[in-house]
């Protein structure tokens, strides 16, 4: 959210995320000489907001796009049916103003507001909604990032300008919760193949969120000004600057020189490094995304094809058992996030309290690294002369992990399992690349560290792991996340999609973190706090999501870039909920709780590269 990721690699929710690339972001409220973006802002005036990120563009195409960056960036650009409110991530009015179903549930209709316009002037109608979803509908392509949503559509109609039907196949939980940009149809229906379509060729790019995207270069940044029509009201700064940064540190360095405003994923030594620093505020709040190490099962395609090089070894449940009893999540815990984490257990971090979901003590795989050994001495993996384990065709076990190399914390946690395995006596290469996408789609890894940001509703996030998210064909692109096709899985799934007693639901989706533990293809080794840090000489106030113990970057929606107030004005934030919470200049930094990392995100990675 995170992330195809498979498309979103990062990837984490899509949770905008997610995603995650262990990205740093900041935010200036003036270009830096001698910078690029300076010297392309040379033209600007009055106060820009410059988000340093670093993760790349996958694409400004809505319908492609998985990345969190790139999610983030989308719920800028356009408006969704309904948002999440700053305050608990309830659904409040977005292109829609209200929203009712029928008694079986299978039509929900929506009353389209009529002070949407596009950033070219003409009026948002629901006939831009039912072409988008319609489009998903029936162009494959169409539905890579978020074809999860409309899978179970029978039909979207558009009686009138400002009604919008939506008839389902089967009740659908999440019709609240449906996080896909609306895009004006008399601009797309001209596109011709979205498989290629990556939206970044002319600009102003038309759309209808609090910004407009004018200007965009490949890892060097991506420009926005305010939408002057918005219906909420247009953002405070004079534009919004998404720069490139492949150096975290450096970003931390303009963060302490005045040259950025906002940083985020700020690793422990950075954090405490700020603390003591003059105008500079750490915050330290509950994260939504997870860390986590995942197992290559087979990569293969829905034509039942297989494809990729990753390690046979792995498809033997006690390997993959033997190696999870062989992580010590505290450890990782202590001394990679120096506490700033709490132990992974389930797929939902702690911060969503309905969904979270924790072994059974007969269930859980502690470390035990004597009973690792056990394992692989029972399922026939014997040690050699040499010391080193090997298969059952004789060959060492030696595998490969597919690290971010921009992310410190793969690179921590790759030293630490090359040790615990290797005592094993199973060899680990630590491959870090600057993007993993590339071998990951291919299905060429046998481990990867992976990591996605949850949404509020947790569906896109599970939905990645089912068997319909397959590619087509191994020369497609799917939306699946590791490639995990399991019948048991895909079941729950499909019961809770159709649930809508929350307590059920709720139920249901811890059925499925549990089936995803035991079939142990991904290993969730902790899930790190939000870490960031901002300057409090150049923001004024800015709406944190959630209320209680929440993060500033990676909202489920656009309330922080959108109601940022520069510390050069005193206008009012015209924040997004009237509870989300202001920071002021000089004041504490309020903690707040929410559903959050990346925009929207569902995508995932390092922190910044899935959604």
């Known amino acids: 959210m995170v992330t195809k990721a498979p498309p979103r690699r990062t990837p984490a929710p899509r949770a905008l995320g997610l995603l995650l690339a262990s990205g740093v972001t900041a935010v200036s409220l003036v270009a830096v000489p001698g910078t690029a973006a300076a010297e392309d802002d040379k033209a600007a005036t009055g106060n820009t907001l410059t988000v340093a990120v670093s993760q790349s563009i996958d694409s400004l195409s809505p319908f492609l796009a998985q990345k969190l ?220 995304r997870f860390f986590a190490i995942a197992t290559n099962p087979g990569a293969r395609a829905r034509d039942g094809k297989t494809f990729g090089n990753g390690h046979k070894a792995l498809l033997d449940p006690a390997v993959r058992k033997a190696l999870f009893l062989a992580v010590d999540r505290t450890t990782i815990v202590d001394k990679v996030f120096q506490g700033h984490a709490v132990e992974g257990e389930g797929y939902i971090p702690p911060r969503f309290g309905s969904y ?54 793969d690179k921590a946690i790759g030293k630490y399992l090359q040790e615990w395995w290797g005592k094993l006596g199973i060899g680990l290469r630590v491959e870090c690349l600057d993007s993993v996408s590339d071998p990951w789609v291919k299905g060429d890894y046998d481990l990867a560290f992976d990591g996605w940001s949850v949404n509020p509703d947790p569906d896109y996030v599970l939905s990645i792991h089912t068997c319909g998210t397959l590619p087509a064909t191994p020369k497609d692109s799917g939306a699946t996340d590791n490639f995990i096709c399991d019948k048991e899985f895909d079941a729950l799934y499909a019961q809770q999609a159709v649930e809508y007693d929350a307590a059920k639901r709720a139920d ?60 050069t004005g005193s206008a009012d934030s015209g924040g997004g909920s009237s509870t989300g919470v202001i920071v002021g200049v000089g004041a504490a930094v309020v903690l707040l709780v929410g559903a959050s990392v990346v925009l929207g995100l569902r995508r995932r990675s390092t922190a910044d590269d899935r959604e």
């Open 508 to 567: 249901l989706v811890k059925r499925m973190q549990s089936r995803l533990y035991d079939t142990g293809y991904m290993n969730i080794m902790a899930y790190p706090n939000a870490l960031e840090a901002y300057r409090t000489d150049q923001i004024a106030s800015i709406t944190t999501m959630p209320e209680a113990a929440g993060n500033l970057w990676g909202q489920d929606g656009y309330w922080s870039w959108w109601s940022a107030v520069p510390a």
């Open 69 to 288: 960056t790139s999610t983030s960036i989308h719920r800028l650009a356009y408006e969704y049916l309904t948002n999440y409110d700053a305050k608990d991530a309830r659904p409040v009015p977005g292109l829609a103003t209200a929203w009712n179903s029928s008694p079986d549930k299978l039509t929900w209709t929506y009353t389209i507001r009529e002070d949407s316009t596009w950033s070219d002037g003409k009026p948002a109608t629901a006939e831009d909604a039912a072409w988008t979803f319609n489009k998903m509908m029936t162009d494959p392509n169409a539905a890579t990032a978020n074809g999860s949503f409309t899978a179970n559509f029978a039909q979207v109609t558009a009686p009138d300008p400002r009604t919008l039907v939506i008839r389902l196949k089967k009740p659908q939980a999440t019709m609240t919760a449906l996080d896909v940009p609306i895009v004006p149809k008399h601009v797309w229906e001209k596109v011709g193949d979205f498989s290629k379509f990556n939206n970044d060729k002319q600009f102003p790019i038309v759309g209808n969120g609090p910004f407009v995207i004018t200007d965009y270069k490949v890892d060097q940044y991506i420009k926005l000004k305010p939408n002057k029509t918005f219906w909420r009201g247009a953002p405070k700064f004079d534009e919004l600057v998404f720069k490139y940064y492949k150096d975290g540190d450096a970003a931390v360095a303009a963060l302490q020189k005045g040259e950025v405003s906002f940083v985020p994923n700020l690793t422990p030594a950075q954090a405490d490094a700020l603390k003591t620093q003059k105008n500079i505020k750490v915050n330290d709040a509950p994260g939504r």
């Open 356 to 409: 979270f979901w924790k072994p059974e003590a007969t269930q859980k795989r502690a470390y035990d690294p004597a009973g690792a050994a056990k394992v692989l001495d029972a399922a026939g993996y014997r040690r050699n002369a040499d010391g080193k384990r090997v298969g059952k065709d004789g060959k060492p076990l030696d595998f490969r992990i597919l690290c971010h190399a921009t992310d410190p914390n």
